[in-house]
């Protein structure tokens, strides 16, 4: 079956997961987010790729980091932005998504960036829009957040160079993160040599092995000898019993802390998504210590969006 992000020419028309995008589409996102990075010194921060197209922002979830860059990088392309707010709109009042689609799609939109609880929802979306509109998943449910994934593996690109010959660890509640699926599809398929799930057996997905993916219980393990290690947030609001004994258990066990992180390689980079949990997954001593580029994350994500929307809005209909 035909990947449903292509066109028929082979070409990244939407951008829903990085899971089964070939690795030559991949490094053409990174390669392109490379050409906008100098843009942010420049005085005039803007590129005219999508002037007169017009980009939704609709938000269904919470986000700081992620509504916030697409929306930069949505003007840094000259595009027209909207961000529909979710809480004030007729989706409040019942409106179905693929309505408020239709009626958006009205107003003439050229690209839909969406975040929705519900996996699968950004898919629905494109697969009911027209030839020429563009959707680009923003975070949906445990599913898959690709442009975070995108960005994971640009920094990674910019402060180790290549990624062969890499261990990367990603740590903690890889069960209910979108962010981990992603990292996984694309680290494997740019060729990292060693790529590592870390956590508590009521955390880890079933089929990790499958995906090429070591395991580990023991972070102590799961971290030695790491050039990257991605920490991931607890995610509390997608938990639904106790699948721990409290944060402070976890904390001891699975917490990153100095202490921990001198078993990984001495110039090993510490990256985290974000919204961090500080003294739960990750202790503030190492978040803002000389290992972290946890900021550099987020400005990276600038440009990463803007090659992404980019992209999908130079595909042909
Ligand atoms: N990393 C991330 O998705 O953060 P936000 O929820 O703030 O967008």
Do not use: W
Not at 45 to 68: A, C, D, I, M, Q
Not at 110 to 133: C, K, M, N, T, W
């Amino acid at each position: 079956m035909r990947n449903p992000q292509l066109n028929r020419h082979g070409e990244l028309t939407h951008l829903i997961t990085t899971e089964g995008l070939p690795r030559d589409i991949l490094t053409h996102i990174l390669d392109t987010a490379q050409t906008f990075v100098p843009l942010a010194d420049r005085d005039v921060k803007k590129v005219p790729l999508l002037r007169g197209k017009s980009v939704f922002n609709l938000f269904f979830e919470n986000s700081t980091r992620t509504r916030t860059t697409f929306e930069i990088a949505a003007k840094r392309l000259s595009a027209d932005v909207f961000n529909l707010n979710i809480n004030v709109s007729s989706a409040a009042k019942g409106e179905t998504l693929l309505d408020t689609i239709a009626n958006l799609s009205a107003m003439q939109a050229d690209l839909f960036v969406v975040r929705h609880e519900a996996s699968g929802a950004p898919y629905l979306i494109a697969q009911h829009v027209a030839p020429h509109v563009h959707v680009v998943n923003a975070g949906d449910g445990r599913h898959a957040h690709p442009t975070q994934g995108l960005l994971d593996m640009y920094t990674i690109r910019h402060f180790k160079k290549d990624f062969a010959n890499l261990t990367v660890a990603v740590v903690g509640d890889i069960l209910h993160s979108r962010v981990a699926r992603s990292n996984i599809h694309a680290l494997t398929t740019l060729g990292v040599a060693e790529v590592r799930a870390v956590g508590p057996l009521t955390l880890l997905p079933s089929g990790l092995d499958q995906m090429g993916v070591r395991v580990f219980t023991d972070m102590k393990e799961g971290i030695k000898g790491a050039d990257v290690i991605i920490m991931l947030r607890l995610q509390n609001e997608r938990m639904g019993g106790a699948l721990l004994p409290s944060s402070h258990e976890y904390f001891k066990h699975y917490g990153l802390t100095e202490e921990k992180l001198a078993l990984a390689k001495s110039d090993c980079i510490v990256m985290h998504p974000g919204p961090m949990n500080r003294g739960v997954e990750i202790d503030s001593a190492v978040a803002d210590g000389p290992h972290s580029v946890i900021l550099n994350q987020v400005t990276f994500g600038i440009a990463v969006r803007m090659a992404v929307m980019s992209i999908v809005a130079g595909a042909s209909a």
